[in-house]
């Protein structure tokens, strides 16, 4: 069970009628439950719908993007993060046989070695923080300055929104199990 109510219109009508006519705008309806339970805090959703937005417009393709989301997701057992992005990894050209590999994309075949190296820089990120020169070498070939610091930035925001559905408890939508 969450451990705060997931707020909707009606708990703020009048008071945050902008913040849910945004949430509507820019992402599904019904709300994802991690919307409603950051409602509580609005001024610090705002600003961090702006910039979930900025980093899904980084450089970087959404297949690897996605890839490295998804690693994060995998890495820390996030469930939620999963369930969300697989429909979002499938739509940016990941394969349902590398969905399901992405657990074991060291030594699986499915994966490209630019694929292996995000995927390699999205765990070791994750499982250890600080990423390797060994690690980080491995995606210079593939990317440039600019998507290797988007990289870092979409690794670290999935890291952060991971950590804040762990703390709330929040749960999976009906509509994901």
Not at 36 to 43: D, Y
Request: proline share 3%; with cysteine.
């Amino acid at each position: 069970m969450a451990r705060v109510k997931y707020l909707q219109r009606s708990d703020l009508a009048g008071v945050d009628d902008a913040l849910f006519d945004r949430l509507e705008q820019e992402r599904k309806v019904p709300t994802a439950n991690i919307f409603c339970a950051l409602a509580h805090a609005p001024r610090i959703l705002d600003q961090f719908l702006s910039y979930a937005n900025a980093i899904r417009a980084s450089s970087i393709s959404p297949k690897l993007r996605e890839l490295a989301i998804l690693t994060v997701g995998h890495c820390t057992g996030s469930q939620y993060e999963i369930a969300h992005h697989q429909s979002h990894g499938l739509k940016a050209g990941i394969s349902a046989g590398q969905l399901n590999a992405i657990p074991d994309f060291e030594t699986s075949p499915l994966f490209t070695e630019e694929e292996r190296a995000v995927m390699a820089v999205a765990k070791e990120s994750t499982l250890k923080v600080d990423v390797s020169d060994k690690t980080w070498n491995r995606i210079v070939p593939f990317l440039n300055d600019q998507q290797r610091v988007e990289l870092a930035l979409n690794i670290a925001w999935y890291n952060s929104g991971v950590r804040i559905m762990g703390a709330l408890a929040i749960e999976l939508e009906e509509s994901y199990r």
